[in-house]
C-alpha cells in the first residue's frame, strides 16, 4: 500500500468523481484509476462502487477512509515538523476552539504569540468540544480548547487545564436587571425567557442540567444560534443568555452581564492534544503562550 494510492483514494471518496479527484491531486485520471485498482488488489477488495458511472464507496472503502485520513494527516504533520527553521521563524498550528473561546480567550493570546512568531501561520477551527475531539482524534488538529470533561466515547487524549471561568447572565442594557440584589440564581430562570445556543454546544448543556437540577425545564424564545447570534438576540430584547465572563466582558455597553448567585456555575477548559502524537515544536510553544498566560491549576490526564 502506498502513500500515493491513499492520497488519491481519499480524493475519489470526497469528490466521488474519478475526473474531479485526478484534477484536485493534479494527475492524469488514467493514473489515478491505475492506482485505485492497483490498490484494490492488493486488499482484495473493491473500495468503490462504479455502477451507471455512480461512484459510491463499498462497505470496504468505508472502513479504510478514516485510516487513510489518518496516515495522510500524520505524514503532513511529519513533513511540516521537518521543515521548521530555527527559531519558530517558520511553520503553522492548526487550534481548535469553542466559539465562546474564540471570541473571549484567544485574540489576545493570539497576539501574544504572533508577537514572538510572526512567521508561525495560526489556523483556527470553530466547532464544538465534542467535534473539536473528533477532530483531534483524524489527526485534522494539532491543538484544541475544550470543555471538560471529556465524553466517555472520546479518544486517547492529553488535556492540561488551562483555566475555569465562571458563566453569567447576560440581558439587555435597556431591560431590567435580572434577579436581585445584583445577582441572579438559577431559580430565578424559571420565569424568564432565555436565548439558546444549538445543540451540541456545552453552554446549552451547561444551562439546561443547571435549570433541571432546580426542578424546572427552561423556556425558550429563540434557540439554534452561535455565539454573535445569541448575543445579537439578547441586545434586541428577546431574553437573557448564560455565556462566559469573558465573553461579556467584550460583549460591549448595550449588554449588562449580571453574577450568578453562589454557587453559580463553572466550566473548565482544557488544552488538548492526541497521545499518540507529540505535538510539532510550534504547537508546543502555543500551548506554552496560552499556559503561561493563565494561573488556573493545571491538572494532565490521559
Same mark, same amino acid.
Given at each position: 500500500?502506498?502513500?500515493?494510492? $491513499? $492520497?488519491?483514494?481519499?480524493?475519489?471518496?470526497?469528490?466521488?468523481?474519478?475526473? &474531479?479527484?485526478?484534477?484536485?491531486?493534479?494527475?492524469?485520471?488514467?493514473? *489515478?484509476?491505475?492506482?485505485?485498482?492497483?490498490?484494490?488488489?492488493?486488499?482484495?477488495?473493491?473500495?468503490?462502487?462504479?455502477?451507471?458511472?455512480?461512484?459510491?464507496?463499498?462497505?470496504? #472503502?468505508?472502513?479504510?477512509?478514516?485510516?487513510?485520513?489518518?496516515?495522510?494527516?500524520?505524514?503532513?504533520?511529519?513533513?511540516?515538523? @521537518?521543515?521548521?527553521?530555527?527559531?519558530?521563524?517558520?511553520? &503553522?498550528?492548526?487550534?481548535?476552539?469553542?466559539?465562546?473561546?474564540? =471570541?473571549?480567550?484567544?485574540?489576545?493570546?493570539?497576539?501574544?504569540?504572533?508577537?514572538?512568531?510572526?512567521?508561525?501561520?495560526?489556523?483556527?477551527?470553530?466547532?464544538?468540544?465534542?467535534?473539536?475531539?473528533?477532530?483531534?482524534?483524524? #489527526?485534522?488538529?494539532?491543538?484544541? *480548547?475544550?470543555?471538560? /470533561?471529556?465524553?466517555? !466515547?472520546?479518544?486517547?487524549?492529553?488535556? +492540561?487545564? *488551562?483555566?475555569?471561568?465562571?458563566?453569567? @447572565?447576560?440581558?439587555?442594557?435597556?431591560? /431590567?436587571? /435580572?434577579?436581585?440584589?445584583?445577582?441572579?440564581? @438559577?431559580?430565578?430562570?424559571?420565569?424568564?425567557?432565555? +436565548?439558546?445556543?444549538?445543540?451540541?454546544?456545552?453552554?446549552?448543556?451547561? =444551562?439546561?442540567?443547571?435549570?433541571?437540577?432546580?426542578?424546572?425545564?427552561? !423556556?425558550?424564545?429563540?434557540?439554534?444560534?452561535?455565539?454573535?447570534?445569541? $448575543?445579537?438576540? +439578547?441586545?434586541?430584547?428577546?431574553?437573557?443568555?448564560?455565556?462566559?465572563?469573558? @465573553?461579556?466582558?467584550?460583549? #460591549?455597553?448595550?449588554? &449588562?452581564?449580571?453574577?450568578?448567585?453562589?454557587?453559580?456555575?463553572?466550566?473548565?477548559?482544557?488544552?488538548?492534544?492526541?497521545?499518540?502524537?507529540?505535538? !510539532?515544536?510550534?504547537? &508546543?510553544? $502555543?500551548?506554552?503562550?496560552?499556559?503561561?498566560?493563565?494561573?488556573?491549576?493545571? !491538572?494532565?490526564?490521559?
Amino acid at each position: 500500500m502506498q502513500f500515493q494510492q $491513499l $492520497l488519491y483514494f481519499v480524493a475519489v471518496a470526497e469528490t466521488s468523481h474519478f475526473t &474531479r479527484a485526478a484534477e484536485r491531486v493534479h494527475v492524469a485520471q488514467p493514473s *489515478l484509476s491505475q492506482q485505485i485498482r492497483a490498490l484494490e488488489r492488493e486488499l482484495g477488495a473493491e473500495l468503490f462502487s462504479r455502477a451507471r458511472g455512480n461512484i459510491a464507496l463499498t462497505e470496504a #472503502g468505508e472502513a479504510l477512509l478514516p485510516l487513510a485520513r489518518r496516515i495522510l494527516a500524520d505524514a503532513d504533520n511529519a513533513r511540516h515538523e @521537518v521543515q521548521e527553521l530555527a527559531q519558530l521563524r517558520r511553520g &503553522r498550528v492548526r487550534l481548535g476552539a469553542t466559539p465562546s473561546l474564540c =471570541t473571549g480567550l484567544l485574540p489576545d493570546a493570539l497576539r501574544a504569540f504572533h508577537t514572538l512568531h510572526p512567521g508561525i501561520r495560526l489556523l483556527i477551527e470553530e466547532g464544538g468540544s465534542h467535534d473539536l475531539v473528533r477532530h483531534l482524534a483524524r #489527526g485534522a488538529l494539532d491543538l484544541a *480548547l475544550i470543555v471538560l /470533561p471529556l465524553p466517555p !466515547s472520546a479518544p486517547a487524549l492529553t488535556t +492540561v487545564e *488551562l483555566l475555569q471561568e465562571d458563566l453569567v @447572565v447576560v440581558s439587555s442594557a435597556a431591560a /431590567p436587571r /435580572p434577579g436581585r440584589g445584583g445577582t441572579v440564581g @438559577v431559580a430565578d430562570l424559571r420565569d424568564e425567557p432565555l +436565548v439558546m445556543f444549538r445543540h451540541g454546544y456545552d453552554l446549552r448543556e451547561l =444551562t439546561v442540567a443547571a435549570c433541571r437540577a432546580e426542578g424546572f425545564e427552561p !423556556s425558550f424564545t429563540v434557540e439554534g444560534g452561535e455565539m454573535d447570534a445569541v $448575543l445579537g438576540f +439578547v441586545r434586541a430584547g428577546l431574553g437573557l443568555a448564560v455565556v462566559p465572563s469573558m @465573553v461579556a466582558a467584550r460583549a #460591549g455597553h448595550d449588554l &449588562r452581564a449580571t453574577p450568578l448567585a453562589r454557587p453559580g456555575l463553572r466550566r473548565t477548559i482544557a488544552l488538548a492534544h492526541r497521545t499518540d502524537v507529540a505535538p !510539532s515544536r510550534a504547537a &508546543r510553544e $502555543l500551548q506554552r503562550v496560552l499556559l503561561s498566560r493563565h494561573t488556573a491549576s493545571a !491538572s494532565t490526564r490521559e
